[in-house]
């Protein structure tokens, strides 16, 4: 009887230790989320308020002024430089002589062309009389009618060889440069020199895949040249394929130049108007990147941090055009940099008229 009282007095004692071995965890695990709790605060961070506005959008970019045609001067006939007639750097109008091959035996060939004509007309203008009186057959006057036909072919091709003794300027433009010399021995295939037009003139640029669909041909543009002139140009060329390399877009801007003031080769900052679309206008001050390396910004939303990648359209000193993001916003604009999207903030909304961080 006294074992059994023993017994049960021992299993008491330690159903008492277990109950308070278990309540002591317990307690432990909720002292210990009570602390974890309080050592994770809730960030504060300063927004903004921010809403779209619909406007033409100028994308501005640079580039060079270059030459619209650039053409290698061939002769049409083999033969040996004469005489260079302009001077490299002279503006000329189209069909002006450059340079002068020698006359060799043209003119030669020309005045034999012209006697064999001469004597051809003679043939059959006899061939005809005769068979008009039934002296001559058809055939016979069908022979002289072809003679006199190739000897007018024969005197044009003489003509034109003489006239091929000069290279012409192919239109309006400059001679950028020679390659030959009086003396130099030519083949039709050879090179004479660079004949470039400077009016218009083109200036390319390359624009991203995300303004590429926004760009139309004929567009008026501005352009700004590094002396400080201003002139006007129009979007004349879009490419329809884009750069392996860069994955951007060949955009050419056509400038008129009269009396071609304006060289080849001038940086100059082009302005191509896109089409009018809703944009937020943000402090560049605002930016953040992605994990990925993505430029946005974060913006609250449900109480937490949200980071949205945004396409920066026009970009000033002051001041940034970006799409791409909802109608109304309420930007992080101090702090976006110390908490990670999907983080719970607490907001402090300021006055846009404060934009910018002290």
């Not at 619909?54 to 290698?72: D, N």
């Not at 590429?212 to 008026?220: A, E, N, P, S, Y």
């Not at 001041?319 to 983080?343: R, T, Y």
Request: proline letters at 4%; aromatic letters at 6%.
């Amino acid at each position: 009887m006294k074992l059994n009282r023993s017994y049960t007095l021992i299993c008491i004692l330690i159903a008492i230790v277990v109950i308070w071995f278990a309540w002591g965890l317990v307690f432990s695990s909720k002292k210990e989320e009570v602390t974890v709790q309080k050592e994770t605060p809730i960030t504060n961070v300063q927004t903004q308020l921010s809403e779209a506005s619909t406007q033409t959008v100028f994308l501005r970019l640079s580039g060079r002024t270059e030459a619209s045609k650039i053409v290698i001067l061939r002769p049409e006939i083999e033969g040996t430089v004469e005489k260079i007639l302009v001077q490299k750097g002279s503006y000329v109008k189209k069909g002006t002589p450059l340079v002068k091959l020698t006359l060799e035996d043209r003119a030669q060939k020309v005045e034999a062309a012209e006697s064999a004509l001469a004597m051809r007309e003679k043939q059959h203008e006899a061939a005809s009389k005769l068979f008009e009186k039934q002296y001559r057959s058809p055939i016979s006057l069908s022979g002289a009618k072809a003679q006199l036909e190739e000897a007018k072919l024969n005197l044009k091709r003489a003509n034109l060889s003489l006239k091929r003794i000069f290279v012409r300027a192919p239109f309006d433009g400059i001679v950028n440069d020679y390659s030959v010399e009086p003396g130099s021995a030519l083949s039709a295939s050879s090179e004479v020199g660079a004949f470039v037009s400077l009016d218009p003139l083109a200036i390319t640029v390359q624009v991203t895949e995300n303004v590429f669909h926004q760009l139309q041909k004929g567009k008026i543009t501005e352009i700004n040249l590094v002396n400080g002139d201003r002139v006007g140009g129009v979007i004349s060329y879009v490419s329809s394929i884009a750069d392996r390399q860069t994955n951007t877009f060949k955009v050419q801007v056509s400038v008129k130049n009269s009396h071609n003031k304006i060289p080849a080769g001038m940086t100059a900052s082009v302005v191509l108007p896109l089409l009018e679309q809703k944009v937020h206008k943000l402090d560049p001050s605002f930016l953040t990147l992605s994990d990925q390396g993505e430029v946005g910004i974060k913006i609250v939303e449900a109480g937490k941090a949200t980071f949205i990648p945004i396409v920066i359209l026009e970009s000033a000193a002051d001041h940034i055009l970006a799409s791409g993001l909802p109608d109304k916003i309420e930007v992080i604009v101090m702090g976006q940099d110390s908490v990670v999207s999907g983080e719970t903030v607490v907001p402090t909304l300021r006055s846009s008229d404060n934009s910018k961080p002290t």
